[in-house]
C-alpha cells in the first residue's frame, strides 16, 4: 500500500517501510511543513506500526536524494520563523532525532548535501548509487555546519571531515570516496539501488525484532560513552534482552531445523 502526502511518500509492504522524499523538481530540498509536521510523522507512524521492522530512507528521481532546506520556502518565512527553522530541523528532520528505534537504511540516490546529509548520518546503514555525491555546503552561504559532521565525527577520519566542512559547496565527494570515509557501506549501480535497500532490509526483517533494536540501541548508546561504561550499559540491555522470549525462541528454533517465531 502506498500513501502520498504531497511532497512525502509512504509505502508499507513485507514488514518494510518506504520513505521517500518526492519533491524531484526541487532536488528533494526540505521545507518547513516537511521538516516540522510531515517527516515526524512518518518517522512516528513506521515507529509505532508493529507490522514494521525496518525503514528505508530515499529520495524520488536520479538526481538528487536531498540538496537540503529548501532556499527558496525559507526565504518566504517570516524572521522570527527563519530564526527558529535551524532548531526544527535539529530536533525533527531525521530518524535519531525522532528517537526511532527500529532499523533504517538510507538509500542515497543522487546529489546529498546540507540538510539531507543528516539522515545519512544518523541511519544504521547507508548506501548509494555510484554517481550520488556528498557536500556540505553551509559555511559557503553562511550557515554552520554541525550536525552530520559532528555524528560522523566518531567514525570518518577528521581530517577529511574537517575539509569537506571548511571546505563547503567547493568540496564534493564521489560515492567511492564516501565509501572509503565510511559514510556509506556499499555502492551500487543507481538502476540497482531501491532493489539493494530492500533486499538489505528483508535480511534485517527475517531476524528478531526485538533483538536487532536491542543491539541497535547498545551500538549508537557506545558513541557516546568511553568503553568502560559502554560495555556496562551492552550488560545491562543484555540482562534486559534475556527476559524476552525470542532468546529463547531463536536456539529452539535452530535446534529444531525450523524458521523462528519471533514476538514483537
Same mark, same amino acid.
Given at each position: 500500500?502506498?500513501?502520498?502526502?504531497?511532497?512525502?511518500? =509512504?509505502?508499507?509492504? @513485507?514488514?518494510?517501510?518506504?520513505?521517500?522524499?518526492?519533491?524531484?523538481?526541487?532536488?528533494?530540498?526540505?521545507?518547513?511543513?516537511?521538516?516540522?509536521? !510531515?517527516?515526524?510523522?512518518? =518517522?512516528?507512524?513506521?515507529?509505532?506500526?508493529?507490522?514494521?521492522?525496518?525503514?528505508?530512507?530515499? +529520495?524520488?528521481?536520479?538526481?538528487?536524494?536531498?540538496?537540503?532546506?529548501?532556499? !527558496?520556502?525559507?526565504?518566504?518565512?517570516? @524572521?522570527?520563523?527563519? !530564526?527558529?527553522?535551524?532548531?526544527? #530541523?535539529?530536533?525533527?528532520?531525521?530518524?535519531?532525532?525522532? *528517537?526511532?528505534?527500529?532499523?533504517?537504511?538510507?538509500?542515497?540516490?543522487?546529489?546529498?548535501?546540507? +540538510?539531507?546529509?543528516?539522515?545519512?548520518?544518523?541511519?544504521?546503514? %547507508?548506501?548509494?548509487?555510484?554517481?550520488?555525491?556528498?557536500?556540505?555546503?553551509?559555511?559557503?552561504?553562511?550557515?554552520?555546519?554541525?550536525? &552530520?559532521?559532528?555524528? =560522523?565525527?566518531?567514525?570518518?577520519?577528521?581530517?577529511?571531515?574537517? +575539509?569537506?566542512?571548511?571546505?563547503?559547496?567547493? @568540496?564534493?565527494?564521489?560515492?567511492?570516496? &564516501?565509501?572509503?570515509?565510511?559514510?556509506?557501506?556499499?555502492?551500487?549501480?543507481?538502476?540497482?539501488?531501491? #532493489?539493494?535497500?530492500?533486499?538489505?532490509?528483508?535480511?534485517?526483517?527475517?531476524?528478531?525484532?526485538?533483538?536487532?533494536?536491542?543491539?541497535?540501541?547498545?551500538? =549508537?548508546?557506545?558513541?557516546?560513552?568511553?568503553?568502560?561504561?559502554?560495555?556496562?550499559?551492552? @550488560?545491562?540491555?543484555?540482562?534486559?534482552?534475556?527476559?524476552?522470549?525470542?532468546?529463547?525462541?531463536?536456539?529452539? %528454533?535452530?535446534?529444531?531445523?525450523?524458521?523462528?517465531?519471533? *514476538?514483537?
Amino acid at each position: 500500500m502506498a500513501e502520498s502526502d504531497s511532497d512525502i511518500l =509512504w509505502d508499507k509492504s @513485507e514488514g518494510i517501510a518506504t520513505i521517500t522524499l518526492n519533491r524531484p523538481h526541487r532536488l528533494n530540498a526540505l521545507t518547513p511543513r516537511m521538516w516540522r509536521e !510531515q517527516l515526524p510523522e512518518m =518517522w512516528q507512524a513506521a515507529e509505532k506500526d508493529p507490522a514494521v521492522r525496518v525503514i528505508v530512507f530515499t +529520495g524520488a528521481g536520479e538526481r538528487a536524494f536531498c540538496s537540503g532546506a529548501d532556499v !527558496q520556502a525559507l526565504s518566504a518565512l517570516s @524572521e522570527s520563523d527563519r !530564526q527558529n527553522a535551524p532548531r526544527d #530541523q535539529v530536533l525533527l528532520i531525521s530518524a535519531r532525532h525522532n *528517537k526511532v528505534t527500529k532499523p533504517v537504511i538510507c538509500a542515497v540516490n543522487g546529489m546529498c548535501a546540507g +540538510g539531507g546529509l543528516m539522515f545519512v548520518a544518523d541511519s544504521d546503514i %547507508a548506501i548509494a548509487a555510484e554517481h550520488a555525491t556528498f557536500f556540505n555546503p553551509a559555511v559557503s552561504i553562511g550557515q554552520l555546519a554541525f550536525v &552530520a559532521p559532528t555524528t =560522523w565525527s566518531r567514525w570518518v577520519p577528521f581530517p577529511a571531515l574537517m +575539509g569537506m566542512t571548511l571546505m563547503g559547496s567547493k @568540496e564534493r565527494l564521489d560515492a567511492r570516496r &564516501a565509501l572509503e570515509l565510511g559514510i556509506v557501506t556499499e555502492v551500487v549501480a543507481g538502476a540497482a539501488l531501491g #532493489q539493494r535497500a530492500r533486499e538489505l532490509a528483508s535480511l534485517i526483517a527475517s531476524n528478531s525484532p526485538a533483538a536487532v533494536r536491542a543491539s541497535k540501541r547498545i551500538l =549508537w548508546e557506545s558513541l557516546e560513552r568511553n568503553l568502560r561504561d559502554a560495555h556496562a550499559f551492552a @550488560e545491562l540491555v543484555g540482562a534486559e534482552y534475556r527476559g524476552h522470549p525470542d532468546s529463547v525462541e531463536g536456539p529452539r %528454533a535452530f535446534m529444531e531445523k525450523r524458521p523462528p517465531r519471533w *514476538k514483537d
